[in-house]
């Protein structure tokens, strides 16, 4: 939240002189008088700077909100003034020596959060005497120690904030923490995940990312289901990677540890909105249980040394091929002085004859370009048709089923350590975290297609 | 809050038992919050259709509510209270009437047009001034009604004025907001609702206190019936009208008496609720006069007596007729029973004999209050749902066991019993239940909103909730009405009934 001594807080134009002229301000309990004779008891509210200049907004006592036109307005008459001043509750977090360390990380989502009524805006807990006030079972789970890395939305996070995030990561597990959780907005959530898992290798501890679907100010959020789940990975859990916990289905039931390498956002509101791609997810994480779903990962080993390898060259990017495309956006980004091209390919890896010539000029001009397919599912097996081929010549690297913003993360991350044409190729097709897995499990593919008889008489006896 | 009782307490006592008394005497004050479900072929939210029924589903979601922080820093009562009840709360969603947004994993689309338009017509039918900017709020629910946690609603308009009886019946505020969950069933933590008619818009016309009797209420629950008909643009036929009453007497508090379904029924809920009321203050003087004089003053104490109690003949004290239902012989499914010991707990309540069964209602003690906080928060709903000493069951040997649960809880002659049953955790949320109750029974009518029963009485449903549980919706913008557009809609308005009459 941003402070602001501005008594006119977003009111402008006609609206801020109107009420300058009345001797009103932001936080003035009035009565309004319109030109119908109606009269409005309430507090003038700060306005929304993204709103129109005509209006005033006045909570009313009942509660509710309403616009008056400046226009309308005969007389204001002020009768008190009372800012609201909010703060979160804070009890102290209970220590229990027998119970695990774990330190969650604050990166600017709100993982439990109160609403500002009057403004909407919304102030986060964060510190572990307000996690505590609006969460209190993660006393009984851990000791945990709060550290706020920065307070941004996800869509602002990038490269600099990477490599604060893992260093950050690093200290906490040198300081001998169980488990680190970290509260991220959900949008990016799955590049942190993935960058996080080459930028911090070998760790002890599982490193566990979380947000929530459905902001926590509400009755119905799962932000603090999701936190719970998430502490209890990070302080009992047997995974030490970077890994996602989210909601499993949509209902208040289970949560997923997803690796952080092979998970990915796929609903833009759902709960349930991140799916394992290509492969299972890790673990299935209830309030009282854990219930793995593989074997293979690395598992928990205090005795392990973390490494922190934070490198990167941010001058990398995603192409999405679609049909038609023109040689000359390819051209643009080598002339921008990109370094690295990840392409989200059609089919099993290929963009139409016309691009070839550009990319092999890039190629020529020490540009990195690699193959990823857009299907999210499936292999990029580009010796199948003669396209493929005629790319693998060029010297396009193929990534097998690596995901796009995965491949986007690492080349990043790869090209902080070199941009040798043989290295960076054998480190891209070289899997640190089952970023490109050998085989793909059959149940790794399962979108289940709704309307088929098959598939309701599955929805209907399963939670959502 | 303390009020004194500005009548003679013997000529009431007297009337009360005869179940009639003077409504004017009492004070009798009654405001109305009307609800009419809108005819748009669209939900207010959604573009799922309106007005479309089922009575099965093809999905299932699960979930529960947690309380938000309010703005003191402090849980809102009523959020709290419903947070205690630990519901399993269960939707039955059917493809052809809802979609991701009435589940709650879609935010909401632009709030639909069509539906203010016809809110602001009714406005101007009831001579409301049309707000300017219509701001959609946040109503918290915690009951499961609306799977959000909140009811999304907004004034349109204010300051209406509706002819009656010779004299302005003061229309406060208009409101267009979404319609709740249909209730499939509400036992133990298990809470099912049918999503088709959630998110259908609605108005609320919110009346001033201004009604005398319960035979003025019918009368104006008819007539704003009629204003919205006119316009021939809200629903009409079963569950499309629903009205909320809200009843007080002088030196008593404003009680909702919740979704009364047709304005026949009004009278007689109004009647009873008065007679709480007036009841309810005579026990606030009775405890008053036995030194309990604030909220403080009541201490319980309660212990298991689970044991004690396993070779009694009271059958209803027995885990396996706690486990099934009453009514079938039925066992109730794992999420309706919390986990934990079976427990019977019997609660002292030190000097209040003879108050568990005084008069509250036609027909009904105190003890039915208790009953409704414990069924409504404890969960503990199989029925009888408690016993108490005011008015033990009569069986053989009635007199003996009650003696020996006295005994038990270290009762002195002066003091009463309460006996509960269930899972421990929740015979122990009961004790606490009842403390609480007759705490607010020291201040005299607590600030409750019930349902009505079909008897004409009423029963606890939760604790009413204040101006805190509004928050603005940051998922909506606020939606402009132009003067043009409010002057093109009075174009077409209809006479209003009163007009016709004259």
Same mark, same amino acid.
């Given at each position: 939240m941003t402070e602001t001594n501005d008594p006119l807080k977003g009111y402008r134009g006609r609206a801020r002189e109107r009420l300058q002229a009345l001797g009103v301000r932001v936080w003035s309990e009035v009565r309004i008088l319109n030109e119908e004779g109606s009269s409005f008891e309430g507090v003038i509210l700060p306005r929304s700077e993204t709103s129109d200049d005509l209006h005033v907004?006045?909570?009313?006592?009942?509660?509710?909100?309403?616009?008056?036109?400046?226009?309308?307005?005969?007389?204001?008459?002020?009768?008190?003034?009372?800012?609201?001043?909010?703060?979160?509750?804070?009890?102290?977090?209970?220590?229990?020596?027998?119970?695990?360390?774990?330190?969650?990380?604050?990166?600017?989502?709100?993982?439990?959060?109160?609403?500002?009524?009057?403004?909407?805006?919304?102030?986060?807990?964060?510190?572990?005497?307000?996690?505590?006030?609006?969460?209190?079972?993660?006393?009984?789970?851990?000791?945990?120690?709060?550290?706020?890395?920065?307070?941004?939305?996800?869509?602002?996070?990038?490269?600099?904030?990477?490599?604060?995030?893992?260093?950050?990561?690093?200290?906490?597990?040198e300081a001998g923490v169980d488990g680190v959780v970290i509260g991220h907005g959900t949008d990016t959530m799955g590049h942190t995940a993935a960058v996080l898992s080459f930028m911090v290798q070998n760790s002890p501890v599982p490193i566990v990312l979380v947000g929530s679907q459905r902001s926590s100010d509400r009755p119905s959020s799962d932000a603090a289901l999701n936190l719970i789940h998430a502490v209890r990975s990070?302080?009992?859990?047997?995974? *030490?990677? %970077?890994?996602?916990?989210?909601? #499993?289905?949509?209902?208040?039931?289970? !949560? +997923?540890? /997803?690796?952080?390498t092979r998970c990915r956002k796929m609903h833009s509101s759902y709960r349930s909105t991140f799916r394992t791609v290509g492969d299972i997810p890790l673990c299935r994480v209830s309030a009282t249980e854990f219930e793995p779903l593989t074997d293979e990962?690395?598992?928990?080993?205090?005795?392990?040394?973390?490494?922190?390898?934070?490198?990167?060259?941010?001058?990398?990017?995603?192409?999405?091929?679609?049909?038609?495309?023109?040689?000359?956006?390819?051209? *643009?980004? %080598?002339?921008?002085?990109?370094? #690295?091209?990840?392409?989200?390919?059609? !089919? +099993?890896? /290929?963009?139409?004859?016309?691009?070839?010539?550009?990319?092999?000029?890039?190629?020529?001009?020490?540009?990195?370009?690699?193959?990823?397919?857009?299907?999210?599912?499936g292999y990029a097996q580009m010796y199948v048709y003669d396209t493929g081929r005629d790319l693998l010549d060029i010297g396009i690297v193929p990534l097998d089923n690596m995901l796009p913003e995965t491949a986007l993360m690492k080349l990043g991350w790869v090209l902080g350590h070199t941009h040798d044409h043989d290295e960076v190729r054998e480190m891209m097709r070289h899997s640190f975290s089952h970023e490109i897995t050998e085989r793909e499990p059959h149940n790794g593919y399962l979108i289940l297609q709704g309307g088929l008889p098959e598939t309701e008489e599955f929805v209907l006896s399963q939670w959502k | 809050m303390l009020g004194s009782l500005h009548f003679p307490l013997a000529n009431l006592e007297r009337r009360a038992v005869e179940g009639s008394i003077d409504y004017e005497q009492v004070g009798l004050r009654v405001?109305?919050?009307?609800?009419?479900?809108?005819?748009?072929?669209?939900?207010?939210?959604?573009?799922?259709?309106?007005?479309?029924?089922?009575?099965?589903?093809?999905?299932?979601?699960?979930?529960?509510?947690?309380?938000t922080l309010s703005e003191l820093g402090e849980y809102d009562g009523t959020a709290l209270m419903e947070f205690k009840t630990k519901k399993n709360i269960v939707y039955l969603l059917h493809k052809s009437n809802v979609c991701t947004y009435e589940m709650d994993d879609t935010p909401p689309f632009i709030v639909n047009r069509r539906a203010i338009d016809i809110a602001i017509e009714h406005c101007l039918m009831l001579g409301c001034d049309v707000v300017d900017e219509v701001h959609i709020a946040r109503k918290q629910y915690l009951d499961g009604s609306i799977p959000t946690g909140f009811q999304r609603t907004a004034i349109v308009g204010v300051n209406g004025r509706l002819p009656f009886r010779g004299r302005q019946l003061t229309v406060i505020?208009?409101?267009?907001?979404?319609?709740?969950?249909?209730?499939?069933?509400?036992?133990?933590?298990?809470a099912v609702w049918r999503t088709d008619r959630l998110g259908m818009p609605l108005i609320e016309t919110v009346t001033g206190p201004e009604l005398r009797t319960p035979e003025e209420v019918e009368e104006a629950i008819l007539l704003i019936g009629r204003v919205g008909r006119s316009t021939g643009h809200v629903r009409v036929g079963m569950g499309a009208s629903r009205q909320d009453v809200n009843v007080s007497v002088r030196g008593g508090q404003r009680v909702e008496i919740k979704g009364v379904p047709q304005a026949s029924r009004a009278r007689q809920l109004v009647h009873s609720e008065a007679l709480r009321q007036v009841e309810l203050l005579r026990?606030?003087?009775?405890?008053?006069?036995?030194?309990?004089?604030?909220?403080?003053?009541?201490?319980?104490?309660?212990?298991?007596?689970?044991?004690?109690?396993?070779?009694?003949?009271?059958?209803?004290?027995?885990?396996?007729?706690?486990?099934?239902?009453?009514?079938?012989?039925?066992?109730?499914?794992?999420?309706?029973?919390?986990?934990?010991?079976?427990?019977?707990?019997?609660?002292r309540l030190p000097g209040l004999a003879g108050t568990v069964g005084r008069a509250s209602q036609p027909g009904r003690t105190f003890a039915h209050e208790l009953a409704g906080r414990v069924r409504v928060i404890a969960t503990l709903d199989q029925p009888p749902i408690l016993l108490h000493s005011d008015d033990w069951p009569e069986?053989?040997?009635?007199?003996?066991?009650?003696?020996?649960?006295?005994?038990?809880?270290?009762?002195?002659?002066?003091?009463?019993?309460?006996?509960?049953?269930?899972?421990?955790?929740?015979?122990?949320?009961?004790?606490?239940?009842?403390?609480?109750?007759?705490?607010?029974?020291?201040?005299?009518?607590?600030?409750?909103?019930?349902?009505?029963?079909?008897?004409?009485?009423?029963?606890?449903?939760?604790?009413?909730?204040?101006?805190?549980?509004?928050?603005?919706?940051?998922?909506?913008?606020?939606?402009?009405?132009?003067?043009?557009?409010?002057?093109?809609?009075?174009?077409?308005?209809?006479?209003?009934?009163?007009?016709?009459?004259?």
């Open positions: 907004v006045v909570k009313l006592a009942t509660g509710y909100n309403v616009g008056l036109h400046i226009d309308r307005i005969r007389e204001i008459q002020e009768l008190g003034f009372k800012e609201a001043i909010y703060k979160i509750p804070e009890q102290e977090f209970p220590e229990s020596p027998d119970l695990p360390k774990v330190t969650l990380l604050g990166t600017g989502g709100t993982i439990a959060s109160r609403l500002d009524y009057r403004t909407g805006a919304v102030i986060p807990a964060f510190t572990p005497g307000e996690l505590y006030g609006a969460v209190p079972e993660l006393a009984e789970l851990c000791n945990l120690t709060t550290r706020k890395i920065f307070g941004v939305f996800s869509e602002n996070m990038g490269w600099e904030e990477y490599v604060t995030l893992a260093r950050a990561v690093g200290d906490e597990i990070a302080a009992y859990g047997d995974v *030490a990677e %970077v890994q996602i916990c989210m909601f #499993g289905p949509t209902s208040d039931q289970y !949560g +997923l540890l /997803h690796r952080g990962y690395l598992p928990r080993n205090s005795h392990r040394r973390v490494k922190i390898d934070p490198l990167y060259d941010d001058r990398v990017t995603i192409l999405y091929y679609y049909p038609g495309m023109k040689p000359d956006i390819v051209d *643009a980004l %080598v002339e921008q002085g990109y370094q #690295g091209i990840i392409i989200a390919g059609t !089919g +099993l890896g /290929h963009v139409n004859k016309p691009v070839f010539p550009a990319l092999e000029r890039a190629i020529e001009k020490g540009v990195h370009v690699v193959m990823t397919v857009q299907t999210l599912w | 405001g109305l919050e009307v609800h009419q479900q809108l005819l748009t072929e669209q939900k207010m939210f959604c573009r799922c259709p309106a007005g479309l029924y089922t009575e099965h589903h093809d999905g299932i979601v699960l979930r529960h509510m947690r309380p505020q208009v409101s267009v907001e979404e319609d709740s969950c249909r209730e499939v069933r509400d036992r133990g933590h298990l026990l606030r003087d009775e405890l008053h006069r036995r030194g309990f004089q604030r909220p403080s003053d009541i201490d319980m104490e309660h212990i298991d007596i689970t044991t004690l109690v396993t070779d009694f003949r009271l059958d209803s004290l027995r885990r396996e007729n706690w486990e099934r239902f009453v009514e079938a012989e039925e066992m109730r499914p794992g999420m309706e029973l919390a986990e934990g010991p079976f427990s019977v707990r019997a609660i069986y053989p040997q009635a007199g003996e066991e009650l003696k020996e649960i006295r005994q038990a809880a270290s009762c002195t002659p002066d003091d009463a019993l309460v006996v509960v049953w269930g899972v421990e955790s929740d015979t122990v949320t009961a004790a606490e239940e009842i403390q609480l109750r007759y705490a607010d029974a020291t201040e005299g009518v607590p600030h409750e909103t019930r349902q009505a029963l079909p008897d004409g009485c009423t029963d606890f449903e939760r604790i009413l909730p204040g101006p805190d549980r509004m928050y603005p919706d940051t998922d909506s913008p606020p939606r402009l009405v132009s003067r043009a557009r409010v002057d093109r809609l009075r174009v077409d308005l209809p006479e209003p009934p009163w007009g016709r009459q004259a």
